[in-house]
Every structure is written in C-alpha cells, then in structure tokens.
C-alpha cells in the first residue's frame, strides 16, 4: 500500500516508558507497523496494557514514540495535528465548567475558526449527534452516554478527515454501548471519515471495525490484522448473525493467549506500581 | 414542591428557630447576670446600655475614622497575599520538583503561629498600619499560595491532553482550561486568606496601634466604657459576618455547575 492510500501509516514504532533498567520501565510497543486505509475504521484491540491507547497516541501526536515514524495524510507526525485529526477520550474529557455548545465551540477556538462558522457548525455537530436540545447543559447534567455523544460532537465539529477514538464506549453500559455503535456505523457511512478505535470489546470490534488489529500482550506489537466485510451502516442484525459470531470467535481465539500472558504477568507481586504502569502504557496519564 | 423538599425547608426553618433560641437564651442569661445575679456592670454591661451606646455609635458616624483604617489595613494586606500568592502558586504549580519541595515547606509554615512575627514587624515598620498590613499579608498569603498550587497543580491532565489535541495554545490552555479547572479550588483559598487576613488585622490592633477598630475596643476597655466597648464588639461582628457574606457569595458564584 502507498502512503498516498493510507491515511495513517505507522512504520516501526517502538515506545518505552521510563529507562531500561528503572523501577518504572515499561516496554509498552515493540516495533509496530500499521497501515489504515483512507474511509475505514480500523479497531485496535489487546489485552491491557498492550500498547494500544500508547500507539493511538503516537498516531495522535500526543506521545512522541522512542523509535519509528508515522505518517498522517503524507505528513510525518511531530506533535499534535488538529487540522488532521481529531480525538474522542474514554472519558470524555469535556470540560465540566462549559456548557455542551461552548465545549463544542472551544475545540474551534483552539483552531481559529472564524467566529461566525464556529456557531453554524457547532449546531450541525450537535444536531449530527441528537444533541441539539442539551446544548445549553452541562457535561455534569448529562448521562455517560450523553457525554460520549457530546464528546463525539466536539471532534466532528473540527472537520478532520481522520477521528481517533480511544474506548470512547468503554465507560458506557451495555445497551448504550450498542446504541452508540450503531449511530457510528450510520455516520460512517454516511462521511468518508478515516476511524481508528480503540476497544476492549470483542463484540464492538466485530460490529464497527472494517479492519481489527490484534495486538500481542506486552511489549505489544500487531499479531494480526482481521477483515470484516461487511458494508455500513451495519444494522443490529448483523449481530445475530452467523458471520458475526464467527468472526467473533476467530478474534477471541487470537487474543485468549495473550489475555492470559497480560494476566499472569500482572500477578506477580513485583508489580506494585503495576496499576499506575498498565494506565501508563495505554497512555492515559502518562 | 414535593414532600422531600418540603421535610428539607421545615428542617431548615426548625433548626433555623433552634438557633434563635439559643441566641434569646444567651441575652436573656446575659440580663440576668447583670439585674439579678448582680455582676459588675463593669465587667459585664446591660444589654440595654450597650444597645443605646451601639445606636450611638452608627448613627453618630463615630466608627467611620476607625473602619476606614481596619478595612484600609484589610484591603492592602489581602491585596499583597493574593498578589504575590497566586503568582507564586502558579509558578510554584508549573513544575512537579517545585511542587514536592514548596507545597510541604510552605504547609509547614502554615502550620506555625505567624502572629509571634507582630513585635517584629512593629519593630521594623513602626506601630502605624503598615505594621498590620504585613501581619495581614503574611498570615493570609498561606492559605492562597497553598490553595493555588493545589488549584493549578492538580488540574486533570484528560483537560490538558484534550487542549492540546485540539490545537490549543499556551495562552488559550491558560485561559480556557488551566484557570477555570483551578478557579473554583483558588476562590476556597482566597476566601480563606480573606477571614484570616480580617482576623489578624484586628487582632494585631488590639495589641499595638494607633488608630483602628481593634485599637478602639482596646482604648474602651481601658478606659472602662464596657458598654461602648460592647457595642464596638457588636458592630465588628455585624461586619465582619457581612463581609465574609460577599465573599462567601462571590466564590459560590465562580463554582462550576
């Protein structure tokens, strides 16, 4: 694939927190490659603390990686690219003292958008997402779902080709989860946006993803990538369907093992920073 | 409204009657002492005296010379401590070594009498205000520099990370994530620095001064006019529960929804 096609393209990605030989050391990635295609949305998935959020990160422009380059639209990453992409958080990381509408309109701020524009399209996200009626409440007034939605609003509002999602669900419940799900797959399929999406959710991955990247338990780098072929906006259905669960089990299979190492890893005593060290390696307060 | 909120507000308005119960109480003892029990009206004036001297006191416009000097010395004082401790918190705030080595060393002199340094401060600045306004400042700029580092300092990196993911600059980071996410625990502080600044203020006038509301209780007690004393008592209280009322007032405002 040339990097023309491929609207993120990671080569030989390393990334270590701390120095080798520290208590803190952390090999979070080991020479990762990847390539996401132009429209897709492409799901990262591993067991904790393999790397994943780390990589979504380097993507992102928000970590710089010890090793290995990344490309986002042709241009290499040296910090973050508003203009290219944007992000969605696990936790939505809206900001509790603005209303929904000025969160949204904050984003746009940060980018110098003309104050004119910015309210037009904070309105058309905000409408996008059924949200339009809460623009005026707060992040502490909404449900966990309400917020991902608010959150989602915000990173559409920005315009960028490219959205980076890092467990926007994984807060959620299960049925909001699938709701959710299912309005991404409709936006989908409606913009040619380029999603990388992050999960823990073997079922989510199957639903969303047109390609999976199964990561290796620490150091984490890409054990494989799985296609799903199936067109958005994929319907509920889909989900009982004998493809799903096959695809379903063909993941879990590749990720029992390394579930397993995460896990026989983390229960060694050694590891009592080993919380702070598993937050550390997805990035999240690195 | 429901009948939860209308168990919340006879609640209120019960203990609200408790509370003026007990304050009935306490003057009723207190005329007592000095009818029946027959204590010195010296030591303890009749509520009734105090009444009229506090009557005479506001409607003769006697305290204005003592008030401006009590809230001129307040004023300077919370202006210095919030100066220089909200500048030096930030700055403090801006780096994780700064924070481990200042936040504890400044809680610890926190943690000491600061009112020990009086005689030295008149020492250097003489017996006048200024002398007040360095007790004020130093004694209040503690709770705010504190306040401040813990403000900024602990501010939600998932805010910071989402700024900069949106292309925030440092100035726009200050102004739209860094100061609103630390404002409200800053306001707690000032408003700390405010009660602190007040108390020490009158306090320090009561021990050496020329002028002031402290230095009037002190001069009437001396000369032992107790029940104009009393109502100088009564008239400080009266202001320092309204201006810790705005101030109050003011940082609740500021508070996120």
Known sequence: MTPAQSAISVRGVSHQFGEAGEARHVQALLDTSLDVTRGELHCLIGPSGCGKSTLLNI????????????????????GPMPRDLAFVFQESALFPWNTVFENVMLGMTFQGVAKSERHDRARRALEAVGLLDFAEHYPGQLSGGMRQRAALARALSLETGILLMDEPFGALDEQTRMVLGEDLSVLLARSNKTIVFVTHS???????????????????TIKQVITIDEPHPRKPSFMTAQKFHALRDQLYGLLHDEIRKAMSETAQPRRRYDQAGETDADGKRS | MNSTEQATARGRLL?????????????????LATTVWGVSRI??????????????????????????VT?????????ISTTLGVSLGYWISRSHYLIKVFEPLLAAIYAIPIILFLPLYVLMLGLGPNSKIALGATISFFPIVLSTIAGFGHVDRRFVTAARSMGANDLQLFRYVLLPAALPVILAGLRMGFTVALLSVIASETIASFAGLGHRIVDLAENMETPRMFAYIVFVILVVALLNAVVSKLERQARWR
């Open chain 2, 43 to 68: 030591l303890l004036p009749n509520p009734l005296d105090v009444w009229h001297q506090f009557v005479a006191v506001v409607s003769s416009g006697a305290f204005v010379p003592d008030l401006e």
């Open chain 1, 202 to 220: 073997l079922g989510e991955a199957v639903f969303l993803a047109d390609r999976v990247a199964v990561f290796s338990a620490r150091p984490g």
């Open chain 2, 71 to 79: 809230l001129g010395e307040l004023a300077a004082a919370f202006a």
């Open chain 2, 15 to 31: 203990s609200l009657l408790v509370q003026l119960a007990f304050l009935a109480i306490l003057l009723l003892l207190w005329t």
């Open chain 1, 59 to 78: 993507m992102g422009g928000l970590t710089a990686p010890t090793t290995g380059t990344v490309t986002v639209s042709g241009k290499a990453v040296h």
